[in-house]
C-alpha cells in the first residue's frame, strides 16, 4: 500500500518537475525568439529587396498591378515629358501651384509645399505628378509640389540636405507656406481613403501602410515616407541632419529630434492610409548611419538648418516648369564625418 502510494509521489514529482523545466525552457527560448524576430525585422528592412524596374505596364499608364486612385482619368493625362509648358492639367500654375478656386478655402486651412527629394527616378516622377496632382486637387488643398534634385559628384544620395534645401528654397519662394509635407517620390496613395493631408496634427506620418512593407510600420518610430511638419516645427527641430548620404536613418534621426521635443507622431488608421510603393533597386547603403545616430541628438543644434550654408552644396538653378517647381541642387563631395564631430560630439 505504501509502496504504491510513494510510487505515485515519485511519478507526480518526476512530471512536476518535467514541467517545470519544460515551462522555462519555453520562456527562455521565447524570449530569444522575440529577440530574433525583431532583429530580424530590422534586417529584413535594411535588405528589402524592392524589385527591379518599373513595369513597361506601369511606364505607359501609370498604373501597377492595383488600380491606384480608381477614380481618376489621370491615366490618359501622363505627362509625356517632365518639361512639358503646356500641362493637360488645366488648372495648375507654373511651378506646380494649385488652389482652390473661388471663395473657397483650402480644406486642411494651410498653405502647403510638398517636398520630393528626387535623383534619377524618372518615371517615378512622372507617375508621381500624374496621380498626385489630381489626389491633392480633389482634397481641396492649397499646395506646390518642389522638386528637390540632387547632382554633381557626391555619390551617395543626401536626403536630408535635400529637405533642408527644399525647405528654405520654398520658403524664400513664398514666406507663407505653413506646411510641409515631405514625400518620397514612390508612394502613392492606394484610393481616396487616404486621410486628408495636414500639419494640424504635426507631426503626422501619413505612410502607415506601405504594400512593400506588407501593410505594416516595419518599426514604432518609423516616420519617413509621406510625414507632414508644419513649418514651426520644420524650425523648432533644426530640420534634417545634413550628414545622412545613402540609404536609411535621415529619418530615425529626426524622429529622435521630435522625442527629444517632445513632439508626439500622430498616424491614421493603418486600414484608410495605404500606399503603393513603385518598384525600385536598392540605394547605396550608408556605413556611416549607425555612428551618426548614436550622436544625433548631441549634434542636432548645430547640424541642420542652421548651418546648411556651410555644407557641401550650391543650388543650381530653381526652375517653374509646368507640374513642379525644380530645385536643382549640386552636392559636392562631403568631408569625411569626423571633421563634422566636436570630441563633445562622440564621448559616450
Ligand atoms: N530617392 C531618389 N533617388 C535615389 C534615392 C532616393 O529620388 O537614388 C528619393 C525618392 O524620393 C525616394 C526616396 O528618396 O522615394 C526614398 O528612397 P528609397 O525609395 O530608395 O528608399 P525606401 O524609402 O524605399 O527605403
Ligand atoms: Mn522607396
Known amino acids: 500500500m505504501w509502496k504504491s502510494r510513494f510510487c505515485r509521489l515519485i511519478a507526480l514529482q518526476v512530471v512536476g518537475t518535467f514541467g517545470l523545466l519544460t515551462y522555462l525552457h519555453l520562456a527562455t527560448t521565447s524570449n530569444e525568439r522575440d529577440r530574433e524576430t525583431l532583429q530580424k525585422t530590422q534586417k529584413e528592412y ?8 518599373v513595369s513597361q505596364a506601369e511606364k505607359v499608364a501609370g498604373l501597377g498591378a492595383h488600380q491606384y486612385l480608381v477614380n481618376t482619368s489621370s491615366s490618359k493625362r501622363e505627362p509625356e515629358t517632365l518639361n512639358k509648358t503646356n500641362n493637360t492639367y488645366g488648372d495648375v500654375r507654373l511651378g506646380g501651384k494649385w488652389s482652390p478656386t473661388g ?3 483650402s480644406s486642411s486651412g494651410e498653405k502647403m509645399a510638398i517636398l520630393v527629394t528626387f535623383r534619377d527616378r524618372e518615371e517615378h516622377l512622372k507617375i508621381f505628378l500624374s496621380r498626385m496632382h489630381p489626389f491633392f486637387q480633389r482634397q481641396g488643398l492649397d499646395y506646390t509640389i518642389y522638386v528637390i534634385e540632387q ?13 533642408n534645401v527644399g525647405f528654405t ?7 507663407s507656406y ?4 515631405l514625400h518620397d517620390v514612390d508612394l502613392i496613395p492606394e484610393n481616396d481613403s487616404t486621410p486628408l493631408y495636414t500639419c494640424a496634427k504635426s507631426p503626422y506620418h501619413l505612410s502607415v501602410a506601405v504594400d512593400k512593407l506588407k501593410y505594416k510600420l516595419p518599426y514604432p518610430g518609423l516616420v519617413g515616407g509621406v510625414l507632414a511638419l508644419s513649418t514651426s516645427h520644420y524650425k523648432l527641430l533644426n530640420g534634417y541632419s545634413n550628414l545622412y548620404c545613402g540609404w536609411g536613418a535621415e529619418d530615425d534621426d529626426l524622429a ?3 522625442y527629444k521635443h517632445v513632439l508626439r507622431v500622430k498616424r491614421p488608421d493603418r486600414a484608410v492610409a495605404r500606399y503603393h510603393m513603385l518598384p525600385h533597386g536598392n540605394h547605396t547603403k550608408n556605413p556611416e548611419k549607425y555612428f551618426l545616430l548614436f550622436n544625433g541628438i548631441r ?8 548651418n546648411l550654408h556651410t555644407m557641401n552644396h550650391t543650388v543650381t538653378s530653381i526652375t517653374r516648369k509646368a507640374l513642379y517647381t525644380h ?5 559636392t563631395k562631403r568631408n569625411a564625418i569626423n571633421t563634422h564631430m566636436k570630441r563633445a560630439d562622440v564621448k559616450g
Do not use: I
Open 256 to 258: 529622435r529630434r521630435m
Open 327 to 331: 530645385v536643382l541642387v549640386n552636392v
Open 178 to 181: 505653413d506646411c510641409f509635407v
Open 299 to 306: 549634434r542636432a543644434k548645430r547640424d541642420g538648418l542652421s
Open 151 to 163: 547632382h554633381g559628384e557626391e555619390p551617395r544620395f543626401c536626403k536630408g540636405l535635400l529637405y
Open 169 to 175: 528654397e520654398a520658403l524664400k519662394d513664398d514666406p
Open 103 to 105: 471663395n473657397r478655402n
Open 46 to 53: 535594411d535588405n528589402v529587396d524592392f524589385g527591379s524596374q
